[in-house]
Every structure is written in structure tokens, then in C-alpha cells.
């Protein structure tokens, strides 16, 4: 097919949230679109795993939230239902050696505090910060030492609510500036970490994936093509010649949806993307965290008036929800582990691992939790065409320095992802927010070519 050298409108490369929106808004346009896919399926980042006994666990993004208006009308729009995270019960915080049914007081200081400096970062441009070099320089870890307020242990987990909770690493390895960028992005503290009202308040019935399969079924039959890797994309006589695993397409535009930190690695461009462009995209990196859904018979914490949440300040696990999903025959409760203690995990075989997560755990949940059935877990950082979760961010110094070359087209050639996105950033709603600005970007240039 492709051997034939065919020619399109638009390319669009990578069919997670943000190519697959990208697509529908170019279709709507009335501008012909192929979605090229590397893998044997849609969604990217959204992937739900069904087990023998019919129980589905999502072993990507699971959860959306309020202000995530795209979404919740995407699922409406194509009939997929939402529903919200069971309540049955109080989350445990552990905080050193303390099992609390509600934040201590000193975190929700330090948590204030770092909402009320979020709110001085405009999202549109972070790096015009009047502090933006300082707060740059500044890991959270560093900004948690230097706080009066707060003992050693909720600071730390605040640093893991804020660092791992968010973007998947320790706080020593967060730029302030990136991650206030980031809570900015989701509206605020609040919102990024809570249930009720917040990011993780509802599910979707069949998984996010659902609605990505529903996206793509919506699409004109044959624009997406599954197992077709990009490898390059060359600009010959203003024409974009786009070559994959089965050959070539031409096209007036291209949009690069695939994970901004995999775009070095896996596309060669001919011209060189602009050094600007190179410098901002080698700097991202991709997150390292792990999540795990551990299912049981049935999910037995709610027995003891839990509702699954927990977050600690200290030991493997970060934080945990309960993934029971409506269909679930049994219980299902997702364990997430960030940052270093990801790494160190990563050194052990899987059943150790998982051995790990769950003895982490043994003093929240008590010794059921050792009974899990299965164990699901998908190491996105060892996924090629992900390479890591939930999403890539800057390190120390990147965000005011190169952070404003990351977004801009490079003439034909767009990028679309959720790192790309000003509002939710990091989210599918974010991916879904790129991938139509983007649609509009090249729609624009056309209408402009036309003139
Ligand atoms: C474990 C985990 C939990 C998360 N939890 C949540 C959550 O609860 N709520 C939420 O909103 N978000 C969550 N997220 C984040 C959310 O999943 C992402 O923000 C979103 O899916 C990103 O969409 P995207 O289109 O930008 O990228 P992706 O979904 O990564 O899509 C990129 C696509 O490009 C393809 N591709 C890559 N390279 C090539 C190539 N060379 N050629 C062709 N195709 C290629 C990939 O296969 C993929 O399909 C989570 C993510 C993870 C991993």
C-alpha cells in the first residue's frame, strides 16, 4: 500500500488521545488524515488489561476529573460511561510511624504554600516567572528543607504527594518551577490530588481505552493503520515524506503525536529539526513510576471501613486507590511506586517486586493484602513507544532555560501530546487539548496557502 508512495493531507503520527483528537478535528475539517500506529492498537497511554475471570484493570491513565470538559464530552459524544471512584470508606495517610485518617495539619500548610506559588506561574509561558531561574534551580526537596513549617516527616510526604503523586520521581529530582507549572496546569493542588472534586473522581466504563477505540472507529474506514512505526520524516520540495516500517506516504503536514521524550530517539528528521526544537525535546525526561493492581477475591479493605487510598512518607509504595472496576469479580487495589524507590525496584526480579509493594503495604491493609490472586503491572519506562509514566517533564534548570522551544511547529512538521499542553498537562485531557491545536494549527496553514 504505502510502497505505492500515496499521497495525503495530513499525517498524523502516534493514535494515543492527542493523535486520535487530532485526527477527528482534521476529519471534521474536511482534511484527509492516516493515522500511522506503531502499535497493534489505539490509545497509547490508555491501556486496559482483561483478565480470565472477565475483571479489567487499567494498567495506564484510569482516572478523570472536573474542568476535564473534553473528555467527559469525548465519552458522551461516542457512549462510553463514566462513573465515580467508590466511596466506601477513610484513606490512611502514613506519616512516619502514624496512621492518620486525615492530612496532618503541616502538610496542608506546605500544601497551601505551594499552591499559592503555583498560582503566580502563567501557564502559557512559565519561564517569564519574575523567579523563574531561581525556582528552576530549585529541586521540591530543597524547597521543602527551607520551609518553617511542617516536621521532616510530613515534608516528606508532601514531597511525595507533590513529586511522585504528580510527575513520577523524588522530590530531589523535581524542579519547582516545572512542577508549579504542573499543579498550575491541573488548577491547583486540590485538584490534582483529590478524589471528590478532583482528577481522580470518576472512571470510565471499559477504560479510557474505550473511548480512544471509539475515537478511531469514528474516523473514515482506513485512516488508521496499526503495527506502522515512523522511523523518519523528510521535507523534499515542500512535501512531507513519511516513512514507516511498510514504506512511505507523502503529505502537506505532518503532526508528531508520539511521547515528546521518544521523539529524538525514534524519528530521524531530514532537515534537522531546529536546534532549539532538539535541545528542549532531549532535555524531557520520561517519568519512572510503577503501578501495580494487585486483585483478590474481594476487596476486603472496605470491610474495615477503608476506602483503598492510602499515601506514606516513606517505604515502596507512594500511594494506592481501589481499582475495582464495576465488572471486577473479585477486588483490585493500585499500588504506585515513583521516583528512586521505582529504580531500586526495577533491580529486583517481578515476583520480588511485587513481594516488595505488597509487604510495604502489610501495615495499612493488614495481612490480606498478602492474598492477592494476581498481580498486573506494566512498566511503561520499558515500553519503546512510551518510554515512561505517566508523562515526561523537566529536570532542574530545564523548564526556564529551553522550555519555550518545546512547543513551536518546525514548518510543516507539528507536535501534539500531552506534554505539549498548557492545561492539564500530563493528562489525556491535555493530550486531547494538543492534538486539536494542533488539528487547528495545520488547518490555518492551509486555509493560509490557499489564500
Ligand atoms: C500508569 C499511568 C497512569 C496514568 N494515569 C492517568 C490518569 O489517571 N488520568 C489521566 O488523565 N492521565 C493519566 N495518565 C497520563 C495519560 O495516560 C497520558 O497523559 C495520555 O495518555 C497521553 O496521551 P498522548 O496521546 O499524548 O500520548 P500516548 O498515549 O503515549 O500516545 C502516543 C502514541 O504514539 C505511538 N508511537 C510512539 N512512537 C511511534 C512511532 N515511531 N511511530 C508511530 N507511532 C508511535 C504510541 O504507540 C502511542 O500510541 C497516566 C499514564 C500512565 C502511564
Known amino acids: ?8 493531507d495530513t499525517v498524523v503520527i502516534g493514535a494515543g488521545f492527542a493523535g486520535l483528537a487530532a485526527a477527528r478535528a482534521l476529519a471534521d475539517d474536511g482534511i484527509g488524515v492516516v493515522v500511522l500506529e506503531a502499535r497493534d492498537r489505539v490509545g497509547g497511554r490508555a491501556h486496559t488489561v482483561h483478565l480470565d475471570d472477565g475483571t479489567s484493570v487499567d494498567v495506564g491513565g484510569q482516572w478523570i476529573g472536573p474542568t476535564q470538559d473534553a473528555m467527559y464530552a469525548l465519552a458522551a459524544e461516542h457512549g462510553v460511561e463514566t462513573y465515580p471512584l467508590p466511596a466506601h470508606g477513610a484513606p490512611v495517610y502514613r506519616v512516619g510511624d502514624a496512621l492518620l485518617h486525615e492530612l496532618p495539619a503541616g502538610a496542608i500548610r506546605l500544601l497551601d504554600e505551594f499552591d499559592a506559588l503555583a498560582a503566580t506561574v502563567d501557564t502559557h ?8 531561574t531561581a525556582l528552576d534551580a530549585l529541586t521540591l526537596q530543597a524547597w521543602l528543607d527551607t520551609r518553617d513549617t511542617g516536621t521532616p516527616d510530613e515534608k516528606a510526604l508532601v514531597g511525595r504527594l507533590l513529586a511522585g503523586g504528580l510527575k513520577t520521581v523524588s522530590a530531589g529530582e523535581a524542579s519547582v518551577l516545572d512542577l508549579a507549572f504542573y499543579v498550575a496546569s491541573g488548577h491547583g493542588v486540590g485538584t490534582l490530588l483529590d478524589a471528590e472534586g478532583g482528577a481522580q ?5 471499559g477504560g479510557p481505552h474505550a473511548v480512544a477505540e471509539a475515537i478511531a472507529r469514528s474516523l473514515p474506514a482506513g485512516s488508521v493503520r496499526l503495527n506502522e512505526p515512523v522511523h523518519a520524516v523528510e521535507l523534499v520540495d515542500d512535501v512531507v515524506v513519511v ?6 506516504l507523502r503529505a502537506d503536514h ?7 521524550a521518544t521523539v529524538p530517539s525514534a524519528i530521524r528528521f531530514t532537515p534537522d529539526l531546529p536546534l532549539s526544537k532538539r535541545l528542549a525535546l532531549g532535555r524531557l525526561h520520561g517519568g519512572i513510576g510503577i503501578k501495580t493492581n494487585l486483585v483478590y477475591d474481594r476487596p476486603f479493605w472496605r470491610d474495615a471501613g477503608l476506602s483503598g487510598q492510602s499515601n506514606h512518607s516513606a517505604g515502596v509504595v507512594t500511594e494506592t486507590a481501589d481499582g475495582t472496576t464495576p465488572d471486577a469479580v473479585g477486588g483490585v487495589l493500585t499500588a504506585f511506586v515513583y521516583g528512586d524507590e521505582a529504580i531500586a525496584l526495577r533491580r529486583l526480579s517481578p515476583d520480588a517486586a511485587v513481594d516488595a509493594i505488597v509487604e510495604s503495604l502489610a501495615d495499612v491493609f493488614g495481612p490480606q493484602v ?6 498486573v503491572t506494566l512498566d511503561w519506562a520499558d515500553e519503546r513507544w512510551t518510554g ?12 526556564s532555560r529551553v522550555g519555550e522551544d518545546l512547543r513551536p511547529a518546525a514548518g510543516r512538521i507539528h507536535f501534539a501530546g500531552t506534554e505539549y499542553a498548557h492545561t492539564w498537562n ?18 490555518a496553514d492551509r486555509r493560509a496557502a490557499a489564500a
Not at 509561558?125 to 523563574?132: E, F, G, I, K, L
Not at 516513512?243 to 512511505?248: C, E, K, L, Y
Open 1 to 8: 500500500m504505502n510502497a505505492r508512495n500515496e499521497k495525503v
Open 426 to 443: 500530563g493528562y489525556f485531557e491535555g493530550a486531547v487539548g494538543s492534538g486539536r491545536e494542533a488539528a487547528a494549527a495545520v488547518a
Open 243 to 248: 516513512h514507516t516500517s511498510a514504506g512511505t
Open 388 to 399: 515512561g509514566c505517566f508523562s515526561a517533564g523537566f529536570g532542574a534548570g530545564g523548564l
Open 201 to 205: 473522581q470518576d472512571r470510565i466504563v
Open 370 to 375: 498478602r492474598e492477592h490472586r494476581d498481580a
Open 125 to 132: 509561558a512559565p519561564w517569564d516567572h519574575p523567579q523563574a
Open 254 to 260: 505532518v503532526i508528531v503525536a508520539i511521547p515528546a
